[in-house]
C-alpha cells in the first residue's frame, strides 16, 4: 500500500531555514504530482506547494519567495526547502497526493515550530 513518510521537522528561531523531507513508497513516484499542507492550530489545513510529475511547481502566497518544493524521483523524495521562517509558519506539515477520490493519501505529519 501507498506509504508516506516525513522528516525534517523542528525548532527553529525566525529568519531561520529547515528541510522537510517526504519518502514515498507502494507507488509509482515519478508519475505522481506531490503537495505539502500544513495545518496551524485552529486553523483549516492549507497546501503549501504542489510539484509535478515534470516538474512544475507551485505555492501558497504565504510562501512565494521562501519555500521552494522538489523532487528525486531516483529517491522516491520530495522535498520542502523552508527559508526565512516566520512565527506564523508553524504547524504541522503533512505530505499528499492524490490521483482520485479514493487514491488520497497522507502522510503522518511533522511538526514545525518557529520561535520568536
Known amino acids: 500500500q501507498v506509504q508516506l513518510v516525513e522528516f525534517g521537522g523542528g525548532l527553529v528561531q525566525a529568519g531561520g531555514s529547515l528541510r522537510l523531507s517526504c519518502v514515498a513508497s507502494?507507488?509509482?513516484?515519478?508519475?505522481?504530482?506531490m503537495n505539502w499542507y500544513r495545518q496551524a492550530p485552529g486553523k483549516q489545513r492549507e497546501l503549501v506547494a504542489s510539484?509535478?510529475?515534470?516538474?512544475?511547481?507551485s505555492y501558497g502566497d504565504s510562501v512565494k519567495g521562501r519555500f521552494t518544493i522538489s523532487r528525486d524521483n531516483t529517491k522516491k523524495t520530495v522535498y520542502l526547502q523552508m527559508n526565512s521562517l516566520k512565527p506564523e509558519d508553524t504547524a504541522v506539515y503533512y505530505c499528499?497526493?492524490?490521483?482520485?477520490?479514493?487514491?488520497?493519501?497522507w502522510g503522518q505529519g511533522t511538526q514545525v515550530t518557529v520561535s520568536s
Open positions: 499528499n497526493t492524490k490521483w482520485s477520490t479514493v487514491s488520497d493519501y
Open positions: 507502494g507507488m509509482i513516484f515519478s508519475i505522481r504530482t
Open positions: 510539484i509535478t510529475s515534470v516538474g512544475s511547481t
